[in-house]
C-alpha cells in the first residue's frame, strides 16, 4: 500500500546555521495517526510547517505519492494537507461561521455549505454560536473552531500542533472524543503533536520520538500500552541522560 504521505531527509533552516531540523524521515500511512513527541524546541512544529509548505525545508517530501516539497502551501491544501497552528490563530473579529468559510475558501458554495454543516454538527459547542464573533468563544471552543476550520478544507492530512494546549482536561477529552469520531467516519490521516500522553494514545498509531531536531526512537501504539513501556520510552528517548 502507498503511504499517504512519505518524507525523507526533511532539514529546516532558520537562518544561516539554526538548524531546527535535521534528516527527519517517516512516513504516514492512509488513514492512521502518526504523534510526534519531543520537548520544547526539539522541532515539532518545524517539521508540520514544512510539510504544509508555510516554511522553506530541505528533503523530500511525497504525497500520495507525488512530490509536492516544491508546490506552495495553498496547492497542498487543495491537495488535501491542512496545518492546524498550536494557539488557534482564529480571526476573532470574524463570527464563526465566517472563520469556517475560510477553511474552505478553496470548495464550491454548495460543497462549503456541506462541510459547514457538517462541522458544526460534530462541535454543537459552537453551533449555537455560529454567528458570534469568534473572539467571544471560549479557549475551548475555539481549540474546537479552529480543528473545525482545518476541517472545512476536507483534508487528507490533518497536521494537528498541540490541540489540547491550555485546555481543561473535561476539554481535552470531548476534543479527542470528536477527533476519534472523525477518524472512524473518514479516512483521515493526522500527525499530532502533543503534550497530553494518555490522550495522544488513546488516538495515535505510531509515536516518533523527536530530540534536538533529529528522530531518535519510535513506537507502535501496541507497544506502548503497559505503562512502565511508555515510562520507559520516555526516559530512553526524551530523559536527560539518553
Ligand atoms: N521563526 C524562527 N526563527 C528562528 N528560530 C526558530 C523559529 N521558529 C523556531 N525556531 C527554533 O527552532 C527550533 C525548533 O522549534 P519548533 O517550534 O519547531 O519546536 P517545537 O518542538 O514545536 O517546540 P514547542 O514544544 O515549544 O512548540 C527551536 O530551537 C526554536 O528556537
Ligand atoms: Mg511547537
Known amino acids: 500500500m502507498t503511504d499517504l504521505l512519505n ?10 546555521t539554526a538548524q531546527a531540523v535535521e534528516k527527519v524521515s517517516f512516513s504516514v ?3 492512521s495517526v502518526v504523534a510526534l513527541l519531543g520537548a520544547n524546541g526539539a522541532g515539532k512544529t518545524s517539521i508540520m510547517k514544512a510539510i504544509a509548505g508555510l516554511i522553506p525545508a530541505r528533503g523530500q517530501i511525497r504525497f500520495e ?34 472563520n469556517l468559510v475560510l477553511g474552505g475558501y478553496h470548495l464550491s458554495g454548495s460543497r462549503r455549505r456541506q462541510r459547514i454543516d457538517m462541522v458544526l454538527d460534530l462541535f454543537p459547542e459552537i453551533a449555537d454560536k455560529a454567528e458570534r464573533s469568534a473572539w467571544r468563544l471560549s479557549g475551548g471552543e475555539q481549540q474546537m473552531l479552529a480543528i473545525g476550520r482545518g476541517l472545512m478544507a476536507a483534508p ?19 476534543v479527542f472524543d470528536r477527533l476519534s469520531a472523525i ?7 493526522i500527525v499530532l503533536v502533543e ?31 503497559e505503562d512502565s513501556a511508555r515510562q520507559e520510552a520516555i526516559e530512553a528517548y526524551l530523559g536527560a541522560s539518553a
Open 65 to 98: 505519492g507525488e512530490p509536492v516539497e516544491a508546490a506552495p502551501a495553498r496547492e497542498r491544501v487543495r491537495k488535501g494537507i491542512v496545518y492546524v497552528p498550536e494557539g488557534r490563530e482564529i480571526v476573532g473579529n470574524m463570527t464563526v461561521r465566517e
Open 195 to 225: 503534550q497530553n500522553l494518555a490522550m495522544t494514545m488513546r488516538l495515535c498509531d505510531e509515536v516518533h520520538f523527536l530530540r534536538a531536531g533529529r528522530l531518535v526512537g519510535q513506537r507502535t501504539r501496541e507497544e506502548l500500552k
Open 183 to 189: 477518524r472512524k467516519e473518514s479516512d483521515l490521516a
Open 29 to 31: 500511512g492512509p488513514g
Open 7 to 16: 518524507i525523507s531527509n526533511l532539514s529546516v533552516f532558520y537562518g544561516a
Open 156 to 174: 487528507r492530512l490533518l497536521l494537528l500542533d498541540e490541540p489540547s494546549l491550555g485546555l481543561a482536561p473535561l476539554l481535552v477529552r470531548r
